[in-house]
């Protein structure tokens, strides 16, 4: 059983950055592969970025390739987003996903999710 709970969403401006982080409870935190996706009203969740259980492998989208950045910390059990230069169609609530295949957490049928954050841009 894992339990994620996100933090770091707030408002900023177009072109501005945020840190978003993912806490997860338990002590098998490397044994997970780890990803973030977001919703915006009325749209399809979307996945934003994947990464492996050792770090070593990331996957994005194009939409955010360049821009934000994936990593995680196994010590902390913590796993990041690093969004730069944002634009107002970031907009979203972002989720953190865990599952211990990284083929699962990609296609966002991980079996563990979070709450959510709320990531607001501002034109």
């Known amino acids: 059983q894992v339990q994620l709970v996100e933090s770091g969403g707030g408002l900023v401006q177009a072109g501005g950055s945020l840190r978003l982080s993912c806490v997860a409870s338990?002590?098998?935190?490397?044994?997970?592969?780890m990803a973030w996706f977001r919703q915006a009203p009325g749209k399809e969740r979307e996945f934003v970025a994947a990464i492996s259980r050792s770090g070593v492998a990331t996957d994005y989208p194009d939409s955010v390739k360049g821009r934000f950045t994936i990593s995680r910390d196994n010590a902390k059990n913590t796993v990041y987003l690093q969004m730069n230069s944002l634009k107002p169609e970031d907009a979203a609530v972002y989720y953190c996903?865990?599952?211990?295949?990284?083929?699962?957490?990609?296609?966002?049928?991980?079996?563990?999710w979070g709450q959510g954050t709320q990531v607001t841009v501002s034109s």
């Open positions: 338990g002590r098998t935190f490397s044994t997970y592969a």
């Open positions: 996903a865990a599952d211990v295949q990284f083929y699962r957490v990609v296609a966002g049928t991980g079996g563990y």
